[in-house]
C-alpha cells in the first residue's frame, strides 16, 4: 500500500472512463473499442490485460491524451477531461532502445526532460534519485550502446520517474525483455509504485504479469472491444516471486481470468 503522504500526494490522480470509444478514421468507422467504462482510484495499479490486436494501446494512448476518444466517451484523468496530454502524467513505451538519446550518458538521458524546467541543482537531485530508485546510481555514466535491454528499460523508467508523474502509463513495458530480467524489473516496478504511491496503468497481454503486479485487472476483449471483466486482485500487497504465483488465490485468479479471456475470444471468432 502507498504510504499515506504518498496518497494525499496523487488524491486526484486517478483515471474515470464512460462509454469510451476511438477508433482511427476520424470517427467515422467501425470503433476499436466501445461502450468501455472502469475506474482507476489514484494510487491503484491496474492492468489493461488482452489479446494483441484488442485495442490496449489504443485505449492507453487515449487515456494518456495521445488518440482523441470518440463522441460521447467521458476520459478523465484528475477530475478533467483529457483532451491533451495532462500534466503529471508519463508514458513508459515498449521500444525503449529507439527512445534514449545515444550520444548521451544515462545521466544527461534521465535529466533530458527536465532541463530549462526547473535549476541545475533540483536537476541533479532529482536526476540522482530516480537513478537510485530503478538501480542505476552505479551506471550514471554508461552510454545506451554499453547497457543490455533490461538496463535500457530501466532507463525509460527513471525519465518518467525524474518527472515526479502522479500516474505513468506503460504499454507493455517489459515485452521484449527475458523472463529472469523481466522479473526484476516486475519487482522494481513494484517498490517504485510503493515509495511513490504513483497510480500505475500497465497494458499487458501476459496473464501472469497482470495478477502478480496488479490490485485490479480489466480484461479487454471482443471486437469492437469492451471490459470482458474487471477483477479485483485479491493478494497481499507485498508480492514474491515465487509465494506469490503458489499463492491458491494466485492460482484461482489464474484460472478464472483465463477463462474469460478464452471464452471471450472465442466469441470474437478467434481473434
Ligand atoms: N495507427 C493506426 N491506424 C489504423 N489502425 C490502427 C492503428 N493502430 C492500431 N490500429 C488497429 O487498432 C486495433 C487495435 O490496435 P492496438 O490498440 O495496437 O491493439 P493492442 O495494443 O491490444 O495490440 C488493431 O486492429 C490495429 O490494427
Ligand atoms: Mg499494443
Known amino acids: 500500500m502507498p504510504t499515506k503522504t ?3 500526494e496523487v488524491a486526484a490522480a486517478g483515471f474515470r472512463c464512460r462509454g469510451a470509444s ?15 467504462d472502469f475506474d482507476v482510484r489514484p494510487g491503484e495499479f491496474v492492468s489493461l490485460l488482452g489479446g494483441s490486436g484488442v485495442g490496449k494501446t489504443t485505449l492507453l494512448r487515449v487515456l494518456g491524451g495521445l488518440h482523441p476518444a470518440g463522441k460521447g466517451s467521458q476520459v478523465r484523468f484528475a477530475g478533467r477531461p ?16 529507439a527512445s534514449l538519446l545515444p550520444w548521451r550518458t544515462v545521466e544527461s538521458n534521465v535529466r533530458l526532460g527536465l532541463e530549462r524546467k526547473v535549476d541545475r541543482a533540483e536537476q ?14 552505479q551506471n550514471a555514466h554508461y552510454y545506451p550502446r554499453q547497457l543490455s535491454g533490461g538496463m535500457q528499460q530501466r532507463v525509460q523508467i527513471a525519465r518518467a520517474l525524474v518527472m515526479n508523474p502522479d500516474a505513468l502509463l506503460m504499454d507493455e513495458p517489459f515485452g ?11 519487482d522494481a516496478l513494484l517498490e517504485i509504485q510503493r515509495q511513490t504511491g504513483m497510480t500505475v496503468v500497465f497494458v499487458t497481454h501476459d496473464l501472469d504479469e497482470a495478477i502478480y503486479l ?16 474487471d477483477i479485483e486482485v485479491d493478494l497481499p500487497r507485498d508480492r514474491n516471486q515465487v509465494a506469490t504465483k503458489a499463492d491458491p488465490r494466485y492460482l484461482r485468479l489464474r484460472e478464472e481470468i483465463y477463462a474469460v ?7 470474437a471468432g478467434g481473434s
Open 261 to 267: 479471456m478464452h471464452s471471450s475470444s472465442s466469441r
Open 82 to 97: 483529457v483532451t491533451g496530454p495532462p500534466d503529471r502524467l508519463v508514458m513508459v513505451f515498449q521500444n525503449y532502445a
Open 124 to 137: 541533479h537531485r532529482r536526476t540522482e534519485r530516480a537513478l537510485d530508485m530503478v538501480g542505476l546510481a
Open 6 to 8: 504518498a496518497q494525499t
Open 22 to 36: 476511438a477508433s482511427y478514421d476520424g470517427g467515422s468507422g467501425t470503433p476499436i473499442f466501445d461502450g468501455v
Open 214 to 229: 496488479s490490485d485490479r485487472i480489466i480484461v479487454l476483449a471482443g471486437s469492437p472491444a469492451g471490459v470482458a471483466r
Open 176 to 186: 521484449a525483455l527475458d523472463a529472469i530480467t523481466k522479473a526484476s524489473l516486475q
